[in-house]
């Protein structure tokens, strides 16, 4: 029996699919980060994606700097923030 390969797209998705799937600790966070978020119930990247980030700032112990490490986490998996507006003069 012969497999037939996955075209790119499909791969693209399944690998979209898995890297929302993985939990907070697989992404690189300290352990303190990834306990302070699992207190709050977010246990995956799918969780951590659908939070605001005032969300995260009102976790307690959770300030810029942890925010800042959880973009860095998710940037090197391929999730990116928007790039910030330049404010009109």
Known sequence: MTRIPLNAAAQESES???KLEMSTAE???TVRTTNCLEERGIFTVRDLLNCT???LLSI???GEKTLEEV???LE???FYRKAR???AV
Do not use: C, K, V, W
């Open 71 to 73: 973009y860095a986490s």
């Open 16 to 18: 979209l699919m898995s």
């Open 27 to 29: 992404i690189g966070l």
């Open 60 to 62: 307690s112990n959770f």
């Open 53 to 55: 980030r005032a969300d």
């Open 76 to 78: 090197s998996i391929g």
């Open 85 to 87: 507006q330049a404010m």
